[in-house]
T-cell receptor
Framework: DAKTTQPTSMDCAEGRAANLPCNHS???????VYWYRQIHSQGPQYIIH???NNETNEMASLIITEDRKSSTLILPHATLRDTAVYYC???????????FGEGTQLTVNP | ETGVTQTPRHLVMGMTNKKSLKCEQH?????MYWYKQSAKKPLELMFV???????ENNSVPSRFSPECPNSSHLFLHLHTLQPEDSALYLC???????????FGQGTRLTVV
């Protein structure tokens, strides 16, 4: 599975959009981009995933660049409850194992 | 509530004890996983089961022994652990492939 690079930490004001970047320059054609988050001392929670096209669900939007070498997770209106570590993971379609890196600690401030 | 239930939520055990962690899911998933998360470290994948068969063991010491009696249940048997094994142990399940995984709330284990 391709490696990912994320900033260690980010801050965001409550009510504003949080844009979390992820670099995956070695991604291959059959690898999906997944995003999970982990609120302190809880199990990780699935957010969204995509292959080529941008995706949106009730939690977030995922923007994948045309060359697929990077992506951005967007939380449109961040709340204090969105404070968590956000993980960007690249995964083969035939694989079923998630490998977590360090992730980005997002802190939403009042 | 994710549909994946882990018990107990907290466990304190001595180094000579034997205990077991339990994970249960009724989501119809066929893949189940054990992860370990030590303080301020990323999650580490320990074991993977697909259709009750172990498909991955990431060089986990033999003092950790997994058991998957059916697709809905996963156990982690613990014996003669060390204090450095203290961590949050997380169970997850999925349909496999490129589907999302659902995690339990974890068992916070302290070895004294």
């Amino acid at each position: 599975d391709a490696k990912t690079t994320q900033p260690t930490s980010m801050d965001c004001a409550e009510g504003r959009a949080a844009n979390l970047p992820c670099n995956h320059s070695t991604i291959s054609g059959n690898e999906y981009v997944y995003w999970y988050r982990q609120i302190h001392s809880q199990g990780p929670q699935y957010i969204i995933h995509g292959l080529k096209n941008n995706e949106t669900n009730e939690m977030a939007s995922l923007i994948i660049t045309e060359d697929r070498k990077s992506s951005t997770l967007i939380l449109p209106h961040a709340t204090l409850r969105d404070t968590a570590v956000y993980y960007c993971i690249v995964l083969e379609t035939s694989g079923s194992r998630l490998t977590f890196g360090e992730g980005t600690q997002l802190t939403v401030n009042p | 509530e994710t549909g994946v239930t882990q018990t107990p939520r907290h466990l304190v055990m001595g180094m000579t004890n034997k205990k077991s962690l339990k994970c249960e899911q009724h989501l119809g998933h066929n893949a189940m996983y054990w992860y370990k998360q030590s303080a301020k470290k990323p999650l580490e994948l320990m074991f993977v089961y697909n259709f009750k068969e172990q498909t991955e063991n990431n060089s986990v010491p033999s003092r950790f022994s997994p058991e998957c009696p059916n697709s809905s249940h996963l156990f982690l048997h613990l014996h003669t652990l060390q204090p450095e094994d203290s961590a949050l142990y997380l169970c997850a399940s999925s349909l496999g492939g490129n589907t999302e995984a659902f995690f339990g709330q974890g068992t916070r284990l302290t070895v004294v």
